[in-house]
T-cell receptor, first 113, second 111 residues
Framework: IAGITQAPTSQILAAGRRMTLRCTQD?????MYWYRQDLGLGLRLIHY???????GKGEVPDGYSVSRANTDDFPLTLASAVPSQTSVYFC????????????FGPGTRLTVT | DAKTTQPPSMDCAEGRAANLPCNHS???????VYWYRQIHSQGPQYIIH???NNETNEMASLIITEDRKSSTLILPHATLRDTAVYYC????????????FGKGTKLSVIP
């Protein structure tokens, strides 16, 4: 089934550790996004990529990095996790950056202790 | 991008139409109105979008006022599976492509 997969589904991580959240889509979409969702705050954009080889910063990029080596994969890395990064992380993709529909993955629930 | 205002919560009886309002009084001429929803613990799902004309698809209808300062998402026959948080988002045309999610409206469909 075409769509977006994220891994892991959930993770408990000690503060200071490095962690990479994986995101893969098989729709050949050019644009991909990472959001975080915290209780009462809605979804906030962390980083985005309009096409393979390019990335950009969203609303809350500090403490996160991304790469886009190919069309399908868009990993999100926390270099040194902190408790404030406890959140649910959603990856999304769209055919192009100004396409009207973004497709979201199932999310990764991350707890930093 | 223009900000939106939505009621925090609404109830709707199963089988009845659910009418979800959104105020976007500062919307500019090239900005579209989008609606997404998020069923508990899942990623958001696109529903519909429009610029100035009313729109309808298999999921919902979108009614935009003539002055474009507000809109209403209509689910014609709400089911229990429509219980979700509904987000109204205003986004510009080419070059302004990021979605900014607010807090949305929590719709509860009651049996």
């Amino acid at each position: 089934i075409a769509g977006i997969t994220q891994a892991p589904t959930s993770q408990i991580l000690a503060a200071g550790r490095r962690m990479t959240l994986r995101c893969t889509q098989d729709m050949r979409h050019n644009a991909m996004y990472w959001y975080r969702q915290d209780l009462g705050l809605g979804l906030r954009l962390i980083h985005y990529s309009n096409t393979a080889g390019t990335t950009g910063k969203g609303e809350v990029p500090d403490g996160y990095s991304v790469s886009r080596a190919n069309t399908d994969d868009f990993p999100l890395t926390l270099a040194s996790a902190v408790p404030s990064q406890t959140s649910v992380y959603f990856c999304a993709s769209s055919r192009d950056r100004d396409s009207y529909e973004q497709y979201f993955g199932p999310g990764t629930r991350l707890t930093v202790t | 991008d223009a900000k939106t205002t939505q009621p925090p919560s609404m109830d709707c009886a199963e089988g009845r139409a659910a009418n979800l309002p959104c105020n976007h009084s500062t919307i500019s001429g090239n900005e579209y109105v989008y609606w997404y929803r998020q069923i508990h613990s899942q990623g958001p799902q696109y529903i519909i979008h429009g610029l100035k004309n009313n729109e309808t698809n298999e999921m919902a209808s979108l009614i935009i006022t003539e002055d474009r300062k507000s809109s209403t998402l209509i689910l014609p026959h709400a089911t229990l599976r429509d219980t979700a948080v509904y987000y109204c988002i205003v986004r510009g045309g080419a070059g302004s492509y990021q979605l900014t999610f607010g807090k949305g409206t929590k719709l509860s469909v009651i049996p």
